[in-house]
Nanobody, 122 residues
Framework: QVQLVESGGGLVQAGGSLRLACAAS????????MGWFRQVPGKERELVAA????????YLADSAKGRFTISVDNAKTTIYLNLNNLKPDDTAVYYC???????????????WGQGTQVSVSS
């Protein structure tokens, strides 16, 4: 089993920044792909960013490129999602995800965090 605990969400004005953290614990983690999804009511969860534990393989959705960055701290077994130049459309619940099969789709995810709310006001 793997436990994922998110933190760092909140309410910011458009143009502001937040840093989300996902602390992972449990079984051996290095074989897991890690990612951040987001979801708004009535829509499916969408992948925002992904990373492996060595940090040398990353993915950013088109909506995140140029504004968000994903990183990993192996010593803390924590992944981070830095959200910059936030827009009202970024308002969503952000979920940390982990999987042995990759995190390209929500259906592939084996473990989910509880989610953290990000709200961006205009």
């Amino acid at each position: 089993q793997v436990q994922l605990v998110e933190s760092g969400g909140g309410l910011v004005q458009a143009g502001g920044s937040l840093r989300l953290a996902c602390a992972a614990s449990g079984r051996a983690l290095r074989t897991l792909a890690m990612g951040w999804f987001r979801q708004v009511p009535g829509k499916e969860r969408e992948l925002v960013a992904a990373i492996n534990w060595s940090g040398d393989n990353t993915y950013l959705a088109d909506s995140a490129k140029g504004r968000f960055t994903i990183s990993v701290d192996n010593a803390k077994t924590t992944i981070y999602l830095n959200l910059n130049n936030l827009k009202p459309d970024d308002t969503a619940v952000y979920y940390c995800a982990a999987s042995d099969r990759g995190v390209g789709l929500p259906s592939l995810v084996d473990y989910w965090g509880q989610g953290t709310q990000v709200s961006v006001s205009s």
